[in-house]
């Protein structure tokens, strides 16, 4: 009797850049579960090993500290290659504007390269900062933007601009296969508490009685994503034949005043608000229109604020 012959499929590798940080790491954790082999570059400048240090017992999981900005060599097949290497925070990218613009540029450069060799599947982590303060509202991916070229949030915004534009230059000319995330804002556990988004300052203000710091009158808007739902349109746009920018965020809508007392009811808090100078360039209205997303990738956010606020404030609450 002659024996069947079995077939072992070969795991198909994902290379993450900037693994180490609050979506790439979740974005570790989603790939993992969904049996890809996963190799981690981060070179820990607002990455932190404690997001990742779980999956080092994984066979399937190989972590590499390594900064994107200098060539990017690794070893055998590549299926996709996800960038989301950048310094994210207003933060972050004041105090390091070079490192933005360089992670944004040679960054996207050299791993856009990586991926021509594997002939694998790129996808850019852009961001609804290329809107800029926004003239249209809500926000569809065929509006141009408005943004300030050299004020100081130009590092991040042009960055990421220039990005999206040797991805889709590399996508013409070369003919590869690609993806771009415009990512909203997205909120959860593994931000940290020093970030400088509003989300980590509130609930850090918040938990330990501190007052609470919005810019100027609070009335701007922003819509906030948990990271869940965010990670569930990534790994759906990677597994999409969509090439082009597709915005992934929550639509609903709320003022950063509103956020500040929804925080403020939910921990219970003690704090006062306190109204600062708006910083130089900040968006007055952030909203996506996931018109697309729905459509293309069947996708929308299940997770309502205040349920995400609340796993994000518990998590918050064991850091502090």
Same mark, same amino acid.
């Given at each position: 009797?002659?024996?069947?012959?079995?077939?072992?499929?070969?795991?198909?590798?994902?290379?993450?850049?900037?693994?180490?940080?609050?979506? %790439?790491?979740?974005?570790?954790?989603?790939?993992?579960?969904?049996?890809?082999?996963?190799?981690?570059?981060?070179?820990?400048?607002?990455?932190?090993?404690?997001?990742?240090?779980?999956?080092?017992?994984?066979?399937?999981?190989?972590?590499?500290?390594?900064?994107?900005?200098?060539?990017?060599?690794?070893?055998?097949?590549?299926?996709?290659?996800?960038?989301?290497?950048?310094?994210?925070?207003?933060? $972050?990218?004041?105090?390091?504007?070079?490192?933005?613009?360089?992670?944004?540029?040679?960054?996207?450069?050299?791993?856009? %390269?990586?991926?021509?060799?594997?002939?694998?599947?790129?996808?850019?982590? *852009?961001?609804?900062?290329?809107?800029?303060?926004?003239?249209?509202?809500?926000?569809?991916?065929?509006?141009?933007?408005?943004?300030?070229?050299?004020?100081?949030?130009?590092?991040?915004?042009?960055?990421?601009?220039?990005?999206?534009?040797?991805?889709?230059?590399?996508?013409?000319?070369?003919?590869?296969?690609?993806?771009?995330?415009?990512?909203? /804002?997205?909120?959860?556990?593994?931000?940290?508490?020093?970030?400088?988004?509003?989300?980590? /300052?509130?609930?850090?203000?918040?938990?330990?009685?501190?007052?609470?710091?919005?810019?100027?009158?609070?009335?701007?808007?922003?819509?906030?994503?948990?990271?869940? $739902?965010?990670?569930?349109?990534?790994?759906?746009?990677?597994? *999409?034949?969509?090439?082009?920018?597709?915005?992934?965020?929550?639509?609903?809508?709320?003022?950063?005043?509103?956020?500040?007392?929804?925080?403020?009811?939910?921990?219970?808090?003690?704090?006062?608000?306190?109204?600062?100078?708006?910083?130089? $360039? $900040?968006?007055?209205?952030?909203?996506?229109?996931? *018109?697309?997303?729905?459509?293309?990738?069947?996708?929308?956010?299940?997770?309502?604020?205040?349920?995400?606020l609340k796993i994000t404030i518990d998590w918050?609450?064991?850091?502090?």
């Amino acid at each position: 009797m002659q024996k069947k012959r079995i077939i072992k499929m070969r795991k198909k590798t994902v290379v993450i850049t900037g693994g180490a940080g609050f979506i %790439g790491s979740h974005l570790c954790d989603k790939l993992i579960q969904k049996d890809y082999k996963v190799i981690c570059l981060d070179n820990l400048i607002t990455g932190r090993m404690e997001n990742i240090k779980h999956l080092f017992k994984d066979n399937n999981f190989r972590f590499k500290k390594f900064n994107v900005t200098k060539y990017i060599a690794i070893k055998g097949k590549v299926d996709y290659v996800l960038h989301f290497a950048s310094l994210a925070s207003p933060e $972050d990218y004041l105090k390091f504007p070079i490192q933005t613009l360089k992670v944004g540029s040679l960054g996207t450069h050299n791993a856009l %390269g990586l991926t021509k060799e594997k002939k694998a599947v790129f996808m850019l982590a *852009s961001t609804s900062e290329v809107y800029g303060d926004p003239l249209v509202h809500p926000q569809p991916e065929g509006y141009w933007g408005n943004v300030n070229p050299i004020g100081v949030r130009g590092c991040y915004d042009e960055g990421k601009r220039f990005a999206e534009a040797i991805t889709m230059a590399y996508h013409r000319v070369h003919h590869l296969d690609t993806r771009i995330a415009r990512i909203f /804002n997205t909120y959860g556990p593994r931000m940290r508490i020093n970030d400088g988004r509003a989300v980590p /300052n509130f609930i850090y203000q918040a938990i330990t009685h501190k007052p609470i710091t919005a810019y100027g009158k609070g009335k701007q808007t922003r819509s906030f994503c948990y990271i869940s $739902d965010l990670t569930d349109g990534i790994y759906k746009l990677m597994l *999409s034949s969509f090439n082009e920018p597709l915005n992934l965020g929550n639509p609903q809508e709320f003022t950063i005043l509103e956020l500040a007392k929804q925080i403020l009811a939910l921990t219970a808090s003690k704090s006062k608000i306190i109204f600062k100078a708006l910083p130089q $360039d $900040d968006p007055r209205q952030r909203q996506p229109d996931i *018109s697309k997303a729905k459509k293309i990738l069947n996708w929308r956010p299940k997770i309502e604020l205040e349920e995400g606020l609340k796993i994000t404030i518990d998590w918050f609450k064991l850091r502090r």
